[in-house]
C-alpha cells in the first residue's frame, strides 16, 4: 500500500493516465444581510454577535428567502451560460457537526435555480493559448456554515483538540455553489485549466459585483475533484480535496493528486473515494473521511420555504443588467493596448488584468505598467507566496520608479530592489532609493577611483589588457561592479577602463 509521500513524477503519471476533474466551488454572495434572516453578514465581527433566532434554528423561528441573493445566483447563471428553472424548491440538507445549529444546511438538492452552462477558459501553451469549455452541471443556493475552532490539538483540527469554539456569524451567509460536469482532455495542462477555471469565475463573479470574492477570507473555496484512468478505460476513482482557498493551491492540489494517484496505482494499490485535506505549507494533501455519499444527508424539501419561481420577465431584466464580462473585456483590452493574444495571456495568467488596467488609468506607461506588474512584482509575489493584488505597490510608486530609470538614476537591477525595498515597509520610493542608498554611481571620478583600486587588487589582469588582451577587462569591470554594488553603469565601466589604459577595443 502506498503511503501519502510516494509520489510518481507529474509528467511520467500523463504518461500513463488520463486526468478527469471536477471542481465545485462556494462563494459568499456580498448580501448585507443572510440569505434567510436579517443578521449582518460583515467579516469580522466578535463571534456570535451577528446571529437570531433564525440563524440560530430556534424552535418557531421561521426563514424568509433573501430576494437578493437569488437575484445574484441568477445573474451569475445567466453570466455562466445556464439554463434558469422556472420553479425549484430549497432542501434541507441533515448532518449532525455543531457547525449547524439546526442540525442541517438549507441547500438545494435534485432542483437547483441553474443549470448546464459553461464557461471558456483559456490556458496557456507551448502551442500558443488554448481555449477549454468548461461545463456546468449547475449553480445553486445555499447557506454557509459556522466557524469552527479546534483549541489545544497541534493540526487545528478537531481530532486531539482539547476543546472547539464555535461562531454562528457565518451561519447563514448566502452562497452559491457552481459544480462542474467532469472535465476531461486536459492531460498535463490539468493544473493549469483547474487554476484558469477558477480565476475566470472569481472574475466573473467580480463584474458581476455579486461577491468581493475575497479568497484569504474564506468567500471563495474549492473543492477539487480529480481521478486516473487508463486511456480508454472507465474512469477511475475521485478523490475530493476541500477547502483550497487561492488560486495557487487549486493548481498545486490538482498537480499533487495526480502524482499522489499515479503512484498509487502503478504500485498496485486502489485509489479509495475520500475526502483529503491540502495543506499549503507543503503543497500536499492528507487523507480525511471517506466520502458521505448523498442518501447519508436525507435530503428533502423545506417545508418552511415557499419554492423559487422567478418569471420570464425578471429573468430578463436581471439579463439587462449583466456588465461587460471579463472575456470581451480582455477582447477590448488587448485591441486598445494593441498587443498579442500571448501577451494578453501572459497579463491575465500572472493575475494582473485589474492591475495593469488601473496602473494604464493612472498614468502609468503601458509598457512599464506590463513589466513591471507581470515581471519583477509578480515574482515577488510568488516568492512571498502572496496573491498579486495583495502586493502594496501603487501605480504612483510604479511611475516614481520609471522616471528613475528615464533619467538615469536607476538602472533595472536598482529598479527591482526598490520595489523589494517599498513591498518591505521601508517607505516610498525616493525613501527607499535614500535609505538603501540604491542610485546608479553616475560620477566619473568615483567610478575611475574603483578602477583604480580594482587594477592595484589584479595586476596580471591590467598588463593582461595593457598587451592586447582587451577580452580580459571583464574580470576589472566585474571588481568594480561588485564594488559600486551593482550601481554603475557596466558599459561605461569598460568604456572608462579601456580608456585609462590607452587601449581600444
Ligand atoms: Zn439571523
Known amino acids: 500500500m502506498s503511503t501519502a509521500h510516494d509520489t510518481v513524477d507529474f509528467d511520467e503519471a500523463l504518461a500513463m493516465f488520463e486526468p478527469v476533474l471536477g471542481i465545485e466551488t462556494h462563494v459568499e454572495l456580498g448580501t448585507n444581510s443572510k440569505m434567510f434572516c436579517s443578521c449582518a453578514t460583515a467579516f469580522g465581527a466578535d463571534a456570535?454577535?451577528?446571529?437570531?433566532?433564525?440563524?440560530?434554528?430556534?424552535?418557531?423561528?421561521?426563514?424568509?428567502?433573501?430576494?437578493t441573493a437569488v437575484e445574484s445566483t441568477i445573474r451569475m447563471g445567466l453570466a455562466l451560460n445556464c439554463s434558469i428553472a422556472p420553479w425549484c424548491r430549497f432542501a434541507r440538507k441533515n448532518y449532525f457537526?455543531?457547525?449547524?445549529?439546526?442540525?442541517?444546511?438549507?441547500?438545494?438538492?435534485?432542483?437547483?435555480?441553474?443549470?448546464?452552462?459553461?464557461?471558456?477558459?483559456?490556458?496557456?501553451?507551448?502551442?500558443?493559448?488554448r481555449v477549454f469549455r468548461v461545463e456546468i452541471e449547475r449553480v445553486h443556493m445555499e447557506e454557509d456554515t459556522g466557524k469552527l475552532t479546534h483549541a489545544g490539538g497541534t493540526t487545528g483540527r478537531i481530532h486531539g483538540a482539547d476543546y472547539s469554539l464555535v461562531d454562528y456569524n457565518r451561519a447563514g451567509i448566502p452562497l452559491i455553489e457552481i459544480v462542474t460536469k467532469p472535465i476531461v482532455g486536459t492531460g498535463v495542462l490539468a493544473p493549469q485549466v483547474a487554476k484558469a477555471y477558477v480565476a475566470e469565475l472569481r472574475d466573473l463573479m467580480r463584474a458581476l459585483g455579486v461577491s468581493d470574492v475575497r479568497m484569504e477570507e474564506g468567500s471563495l473555496r474549492c473543492d477539487v475533484n480529480v481521478s486516473l484512468n487508463l486511456p480508454g478505460a472507465e474512469w477511475g476513482t475521485r478523490s475530493e480535496t476541500k477547502n483550497v482557498n487561492s488560486l495557487r493551491s487549486v493548481e498545486?492540489?490538482?498537480?499533487?493528486?495526480?502524482?499522489?494517484?499515479?503512484?498509487?496505482?502503478?504500485?498496485?494499490?486502489?485509489?479509495?473515494?475520500?475526502?483529503?485535506?491540502?495543506?499549503?505549507?507543503?503543497?500536499?494533501?492528507?487523507?480525511?473521511?471517506?466520502?458521505?455519499?448523498?442518501?447519508?444527508?436525507?435530503?428533502?424539501?423545506?417545508?418552511?420555504?415557499?419554492?423559487?419561481?422567478?418569471?420570464?420577465?425578471w429573468i430578463e431584466e436581471l439579463r439587462g443588467t449583466l456588465p461587460e464580462l471579463p472575456a470581451l473585456k480582455r477582447?477590448?483590452?488587448?485591441?486598445?493596448?494593441?498587443?498579442?493574444?500571448?501577451?494578453?495571456?501572459?497579463?491575465?495568467?500572472?493575475?494582473?488584468?485589474?492591475?495593469?488596467?488601473a496602473a494604464i488609468a493612472d498614468g502609468v506607461d503601458p509598457a512599464a505598467a506590463r513589466k513591471w506588474w507581470t515581471g519583477e512584482l509578480a515574482r515577488i509575489a510568488n516568492d512571498r507566496d502572496l496573491e498579486l493584488t495583495d502586493l502594496p505597490v501603487t501605480s504612483a510608486q510604479i511611475r516614481r520608479v520609471e522616471e528613475l530609470v528615464a533619467d538615469g538614476s536607476l538602472n533595472d537591477k536598482l529598479a527591482r530592489q526598490v520595489f523589494d525595498g517599498v513591498i518591505a515597509g521601508e517607505g516610498d520610493v525616493d525613501a527607499v532609493v535614500a535609505g538603501r542608498g540604491l542610485a546608479v554611481v553616475s560620477d566619473d571620478s568615483s567610478l575611475l577611483a574603483a578602477i583604480d583600486e580594482a587594477l592595484a587588487a589584479q595586476p596580471d589582469v591590467a598588463e593582461k589588457i595593457r598587451g592586447g588582451k582587451v577580452q580580459a577587462a571583464g574580470a576589472i569591470v566585474g571588481a568594480v561592479m561588485k564594488t559600486t554594488r551593482g550601481q554603475a553603469d557596466a558599459a561605461k565601466v569598460r568604456a572608462l577602463l579601456l580608456e585609462r589604459l590607452g587601449v581600444s577595443e
Request: hydrophobic letters at 30%; proline letters at 8%; aromatic letters at 8%.
Open 331 to 357: 477582447a477590448r483590452l488587448q485591441a486598445a493596448w494593441g498587443i498579442g493574444e500571448h501577451e494578453l495571456q501572459t497579463i491575465v495568467n500572472a493575475g494582473a488584468l485589474e492591475l495593469v488596467e
Open 252 to 313: 498545486r492540489a490538482v498537480h499533487s493528486e495526480i502524482e499522489r494517484q499515479a503512484a498509487v496505482l502503478t504500485t498496485g494499490g486502489r485509489v479509495i473515494q475520500e475526502t483529503r485535506h491540502f495543506h499549503e505549507d507543503t503543497g500536499r494533501s492528507t487523507s480525511g473521511r471517506s466520502k458521505e455519499q448523498a442518501e447519508d444527508y436525507r435530503y428533502f424539501p423545506e417545508p418552511d420555504l415557499v419554492p423559487v419561481a422567478p418569471s420570464e420577465e
Open 97 to 129: 457537526y455543531p457547525d449547524m445549529p439546526k442540525d442541517y444546511q438549507v441547500s438545494q438538492y435534485d432542483e437547483p435555480l441553474c443549470f448546464n452552462g459553461y464557461l471558456d477558459v483559456t490556458v496557456e501553451t507551448d502551442d500558443g493559448p
Open 48 to 67: 456570535n454577535t451577528q446571529v437570531c433566532p433564525v440563524c440560530l434554528g430556534l424552535p418557531g423561528s421561521l426563514p424568509v428567502v433573501n430576494r
